[in-house]
């Protein structure tokens, strides 16, 4: 049984004399407590050094990658020729698959091989007894700092780097670029205000101080290349009529250096844009698809990777780029954010102020799977991509029509409510209150009856139901007192005259009713 033991300075093969100790595992360290233990137990039988670091870089990369290098290929065929039932004990799986498939070796890979390469490693020097300690020191440091420079050269991140540098200058160019706008149109505005008015494009606005110069030239200038002819036609009449004040020569062309840096970093934003969208589309196709380049180059740069935006779940790529809204809601114990960077998303933008939410979860779960194809696949298409994306435009469609999506496994059916319309939150002036007129004040009496108990109004009500046999009872008392009146009148004058006459019984107070008879009376008379 041989041993494949890999150092800085070259490939080592020891023969396993005793093959049962490898069982004993948790006893293996013994065996190499001192030199004289170590050697009985290994016997070097080869040792291949490396000619060079280069050579010693071409066997590690090799070893990464699960490659058999060269030097190794010779060694093991030379080797093993013989003996080729023995098995091969090595430290790293991949390796043994290599070797098993080129050279047709039986390799052996598990927990005692492991342990046995510990040991190994411990007793190193004493095992490798032709090679110095120096010399083997200095080959692993001029290894190491290959190996460190090689990854840097090739690694996979660094077109990740490029987008995420591409997508920060972006960002930087659109502030200077505002900011030099603002101080053109401020500088040249006291020369000719109603210029700015008249053209809202920027770039149409410096190329047209840059032709023109002071608004004097402005009548015999040809901007058919610039301005559509409505809006020459404006800005030819209001420079016939301007209020601005003069400036001299000096100040105009000072203002047009500032236009011809403008118009150079416009063109070189563009040739950056296209750049930008052009390794987007290489080299992540599917999450351009989805989310657009823009949005996708700087979910990539602030996750600072590819492969670590794949790595985050979904529910992270919704809310990147609001963590501080996030914590600050956690603080407060406040709702969440529903979106981050994804905000900027043309199918979150589509989407009405309710259903924002929605898309920006749904999106951000097909753009974690694509970002994850992107990252980890093999081929580079943008298929995955566009399906994901036809089925968020068709739910987005049914969001804002307004139907519940039907369930998987269930026969739901579609239930139809009444569309969102957003609630102002702005309060109408109310013109009712505005009462100059004298309204009566309540007496104390009337405000008591109305907190009165319910009770009272039912009562109140009742007698206001109820007018016409209370009418009824007052007409019978009258004529059962009219009756009464005839018969002592009549009684009164049968009687003599001489009798002295009985006392007249007090006088009631007239009722409505008495006054009305005693008028009937008097016309009668």
Not at 405 to 413: D, H, M, N, V
Not at 469 to 496: N, T
Request: charged residues 35%.
């Amino acid at each position: 049984m041989f041993v494949l033991y890999e150092t800085p300075a070259g490939y080592a093969i020891f023969k396993l004399m005793d093959e049962k100790k490898l069982e004993q595992v948790d006893n293996l360290y013994l065996e190499f407590e001192t030199p004289e233990k170590a050697n009985k137990l290994l016997k070097l039988k080869h040792f291949e050094k490396f000619n060079d670091t280069t050579e010693a870089l071409a066997a590690a990369t090799a070893a990464v990658e699960g490659k058999v290098a060269k030097p190794l290929k010779k060694t093991l065929k030379k080797l093993l020729i013989d003996e080729v039932q023995a098995p091969l004990l090595v430290a790293d799986a991949k390796l043994g698959t290599a070797i098993k498939d080129k050279l047709s070796v039986q390799c052996v890979y598990n927990t005692g091989v492991q342990e046995l390469m510990r040991c190994i490693r411990q007793q190193a020097d004493s095992l490798l007894g032709g090679l110095p300690k120096k010399e083997m020191t200095a080959m692993a440091l001029g290894l190491a700092h290959s190996l460190s420079r090689y990854k840097l050269k090739f690694s996979p991140d660094k077109i990740d780097t490029m987008i995420v540098q591409a997508q920060c200058l972006l960002d930087d160019l659109d502030k200077e670029l505002n900011n030099y706008m603002m101080r053109a149109r401020e500088w040249y505005g006291w020369h000719f205000p109603e210029l700015g008015k008249i053209i809202t494009d920027n770039i149409a606005f410096v190329k047209t101080i840059k032709l023109v110069g002071t608004r004097d030239n402005m009548a015999a200038a040809d901007l058919s290349d610039i301005l559509p002819e409505d809006v020459e036609e404006k800005v030819k009449e209001a420079a016939e009529i301007s209020m601005g004040t003069e400036i001299s020569e000096e100040d105009v062309l000072n203002i047009q250096c500032l236009c011809d840096e403008i118009v150079s970093i416009n063109d070189y934003r563009t040739h950056l844009y296209d750049y930008l969208k052009a390794r987007m589309m290489a080299m992540a196709p599917n999450l351009t698809v989805l989310v657009g380049d823009t949005v996708g180059a700087r979910l990539i740069a602030h996750a600072g990777s590819l492969i670590n935006l794949a790595k985050h779940p979904s529910s992270t790529v919704q809310i990147l780029g609001a963590e501080k809204a996030l914590f600050r809601a956690l603080k407060t114990k406040k709702d969440t954010p529903k979106y981050g960077l994804i905000y900027h998303a043309q199918l979150v933008g589509q989407a009405s102020q309710k259903n924002k939410g929605k898309m920006s979860r749904s999106l951000a779960a097909k753009a974690s799977l694509a970002t994850r194809v992107d990252a980890f696949g093999e081929e580079a298409t943008f298929e995955l991509g566009a399906a994901h994306k036809v089925k968020l435009e068709a739910r987005l469609r049914m969001l804002e029509e307004g139907n519940l999506r039907k369930l998987s496994g269930t026969g739901k059916a579609k239930a139809k409510f009444e569309k969102y319309q957003a609630k102002s939150e702005v309060f109408t002036y109310q013109p009712e209150a505005d009462n100059t007129l004298n309204v009566k004040k309540r007496k104390h009496s009337e405000a008591e009856d109305e907190e009165s108990t319910p009770v009272k109004k039912e009562v109140k009500k009742e007698v206001k139901e109820e007018p016409a046999e209370e009418e009824a009872e007052l007409k019978s008392e009258k004529k059962k007192k009219k009756k009464k009146k005839q018969k002592d009148e009549e009684a009164a004058e049968e009687e003599p005259k001489t009798e002295p006459k009985p006392e007249p019984e007090p006088e009631e107070a007239p009722t409505p009713a008495k006054k009305k008879k005693k008028s009937k009376k008097e016309q009668q008379e």
